[in-house]
């Protein structure tokens, strides 16, 4: 069975850290493209960043850049994202998603493809002082 299952989230002060897994179960992530999604209250769902199965390609959204950085371990079959400066405008629930792809590079606005992956349950972050 194809599972994704997002953890690592929580509350953190304005300018702290966390870093967010993704387990992906059931496929292995070397044939796999990755992408983290969040949704603020009120907001529609946004992609955060993805990482290409091959080549390991990103995509970073604007709001993001410089601050957040995703990364994999194929040996645990595992996706992160690291998230440093993060801010109050950063609180929203973060999904994982997964999808078999032989493209060497990502887009995190392809919202058909990401429509036919394998979604996680999602992981809130509230950054609050």
């Known amino acids: 069975q194809l599972q994704v299952v997002e953890s690592g989230g929580g509350l953190v002060q304005p300018g702290g850290s966390l870093r967010l897994s993704c387990a992906a179960s059931?496929?292995?992530?070397?044939?796999?493209?990755m992408a983290w999604f969040r949704q603020a209250p009120g907001k529609e769902r946004e992609g955060v960043s993805c990482?290409?199965?091959?080549?390991?390609?990103?995509t970073y959204a604007d709001s993001v850049k410089g601050r957040f950085t995703i990364s994999r371990d194929n040996a645990k079959n595992t996706v992160y994202l690291k998230m440093n400066s993060l801010k109050p405008e950063d609180t929203a629930v973060y999904y994982c998603?997964?999808?078999?792809?032989?493209?060497?590079?990502?887009?995190?606005?392809?919202?058909?493809?990401w429509g036919q992956g394998y979604w996680g349950q999602r992981t809130q972050v509230t950054v609050s002082s």
């Open positions: 998603a997964a999808r078999a792809s032989t493209r060497r590079s990502c887009s995190i606005y392809e919202h058909e493809f």
């Open positions: 990482l290409s199965a091959i080549g390991g390609g990103t």
């Open positions: 059931g496929f292995t992530l070397n044939v796999i493209t």
